[in-house]
């Protein structure tokens, strides 16, 4: 998982581009230009000390007036640069920016690093525990309904049933046509777990999580999403089986989950911490610390 490069857009409300651009800059350094072009994105570009670009563009989904909306969104980044960004994310906060329920954050990982295999596998392994993902992360029916769709059934089936064998007939099944040029809105990359930006831009896709101006929440979401590609990646089978959701172990079976996707020791304490908070049960023991008696 250190490996992987990966991007993030992260979706703020609340302050201008042109604050978010330079708060950004007080961190990686640089020079800050309006681009202004395309008009309907109204972009700030933040050219950083090593030369990569940072953009802060609006967008029409976010609840706050076209002036207030801000997204960033990174350019190519690796696991060591994860710190860098944490500062982006506080200094952004102290700028005035904010994430209300309007924002939410996308992850993506570089697709070249998945074949085939690691699409499919990448797939079934959500499928079974997409149930536990959504009650770890918290998203509410709405976003579930139309923004972070769960795995298409359909796509599963023709995954189990014809097991593509390349990135083509993985096209096909996705899409149910062979989709040479797909469009940046297309429909269906309102997934959870987007593989229209496969053949889009080149990046595998998480949509899950909330927006957030939390340093930590957001370094827990990045290494989720890695362990997880990384999983998939290296994996030479997995299973679809959909996972029943129990709310009286939820907290031990991911905290299982993690540990499977090798989130292990103190290096990933915070991130166990941050992933497991909203769900109930003991982390430790899946039925109850043996011999404890139950509450009156």
């Known amino acids: 998982m250190r490996t992987l490069r990966f991007g993030i857009e992260i979706e703020t409300v609340g302050q201008t581009r042109a604050l978010v651009a330079r708060?950004?800059?007080?961190?990686?350094?640089?020079?800050?230009?309006?681009?202004?072009?395309?008009?309907?994105?109204?972009?700030?570009?933040?050219?950083?000390?090593?030369?990569?670009?940072?953009?802060?563009?609006?967008?029409?989904?976010?609840?706050?007036?076209?002036?207030?909306?801000?997204?960033?969104?990174?350019?190519?980044?690796?696991?060591?640069?994860?710190?860098?960004?944490?500062?982006?994310?506080?200094?952004?906060?102290?700028?005035?920016?904010?994430?209300?329920?309007?924002?939410?954050?996308h992850v993506h990982v570089e697709a070249a690093r998945f074949d085939v295999k690691g699409l499919r596998n990448l797939v079934k392994i959500v499928n079974k525990q997409e149930r536990l993902i959504e009650h770890a992360l918290g998203i509410s029916e709405a976003r579930r309904a139309r923004w972070c769709r769960g795995i298409d059934q359909g796509f599963l089936d023709k995954i189990e049933k014809r097991r593509p064998s390349n990135l083509e007939e993985m096209n096909r099944a996705w899409y149910g046509y062979h989709n040479l040029a797909p469009a940046h809105y297309d429909m269906t990359r309102y997934h959870g777990v987007n593989l229209h930006n496969v053949w889009f831009r080149g990046t595998v896709e998480y949509r899950w999580f909330d927006g957030t101006l939390h340093a930590g929440k957001i370094k827990a979401y990045l290494q989720f999403a890695l362990a997880l590609s990384a999983k998939a990646i290296r994996a030479k089978a997995s299973s679809s089986k959909r996972r029943e959701f129990s709310p009286e172990t939820a907290r031990y079976d991911f905290r299982v989950f993690l540990l499977h996707l090798g989130l292990i020791g103190d290096e990933f304490k915070t991130a166990r911490l941050h992933l497991m908070a909203s769900l109930s049960g003991s982390a430790a023991w899946k039925h109850g610390r043996p011999g404890q008696q139950p509450a009156a």
């Open 23 to 105: 708060a950004i800059a007080q961190v990686v350094g640089g020079t800050v230009s309006h681009e202004g072009e395309p008009s309907c994105y109204d972009p700030w570009h933040v050219t950083d000390a090593r030369g990569r670009t940072w953009k802060v563009v609006a967008d029409s989904s976010l609840s706050a007036s076209r002036d207030r909306q801000a997204e960033v969104v990174s350019p190519v980044l690796t696991y060591g640069d994860i710190a860098e960004l944490q500062e982006i994310v506080r200094a952004l906060r102290v700028a005035g920016a904010r994430a209300d329920q309007s924002c939410g954050i």
